[in-house]
């Protein structure tokens, strides 16, 4: 298996409370992402880096934040958490960008 | 926009049944379609595909790219309890190194 841990893996929060998620790799791959997966949902893409300090948008990221400050860790904030961000949330990642990605095992987060 | 969708969003089979999943796609810059099983926890990887009408095979599944008209099937053969997962195809975009994933097909398998 990847060498991929996410912290906590279980989260209860209040909202309006800030929240940080990690992701940590032992495979020093350049491309991380993190998802988070809904029911009926499938899972979308809140933001990905394609380096140290390279970070982009995805296709949810309105309310998260995201920062690669060495390669092997990729952190995910919600600045203010609120029920809506109630999730699944994985992070994932890749050697070239261009190849499948591995995931972590995911951290459920509960806002209340 | 930019779309995955997969069919039938669930499926129950019998032990020894085969199944055909569908994934079609709309990506503006497709590069390749990718699938995965989900069981309880993360999606593991099971097949990239880049090139149309080249089958893929592990045991006994299979999977094949259509480019012309945009779709993928994932084939199950005598389906086994430890088939049931849901199955999630994703289509990478290759003008951002982002993939877009389908909602998932849940497939139980029946003793």
């Known amino acids: 298996d990847a060498g991929i841990t996410q912290s906590p893996r279980h989260k209860v929060t209040e909202t309006g409370t800030p929240v940080t998620l990690r992701c940590h790799q032992t495979?020093?791959?350049?491309?991380m992402y993190w998802y988070r997966q809904d029911p009926g949902h499938g899972l979308r893409l809140i933001h990905y880096?394609?380096?140290?300090?390279?970070?982009d948008k995805g296709e949810v990221s309105d309310g998260y934040s995201v920062s690669r400050s060495k390669t092997e860790d990729f952190l995910l904030t919600l600045e203010s958490a609120t029920s809506s961000q109630t999730s699944v949330y994985f992070c994932?990642?890749?050697?070239?960008?261009?190849?499948?990605?591995?995931f972590g095992p995911g951290t459920r987060l509960t806002v209340t | 926009e930019d779309k995955v969708v997969q069919s039938p969003l669930s499926l129950v089979v019998h032990e020894g049944d085969t199944v055909t999943l569908n994934c079609s796609y709309e990506?503006?810059?497709?590069?390749?379609l990718l699938w995965y099983k989900q069981e309880k926890k993360a999606p593991t990887f099971l097949f990239m595909l880049?090139?149309?009408?080249i089958e893929k095979k592990s045991g006994r599944l299979s999977s094949i790219l259509d480019k012309k008209e945009l779709f993928s099937i994932l084939n199950i053969t005598a389906t086994q309890t430890g088939d049931s997962a849901i199955y999630l195809c994703?289509?990478?975009?290759?003008?951002?190194?982002?993939?877009?994933f389908g909602t998932g097909t849940r497939l139980k398998v029946l003793a």
């Open positions: 994932a990642i890749s050697e070239s960008g261009r190849d499948e990605q591995y």
């Open positions: 994703a289509s990478e975009d290759s003008g951002t190194y982002k993939y877009i």
């Open positions: 990506v503006t810059n497709f590069r390749s």
């Open positions: 495979e020093n791959h350049r491309y």
């Open positions: 880096s394609y380096g140290v300090k390279d970070t």
């Open positions: 880049t090139s149309s009408g």
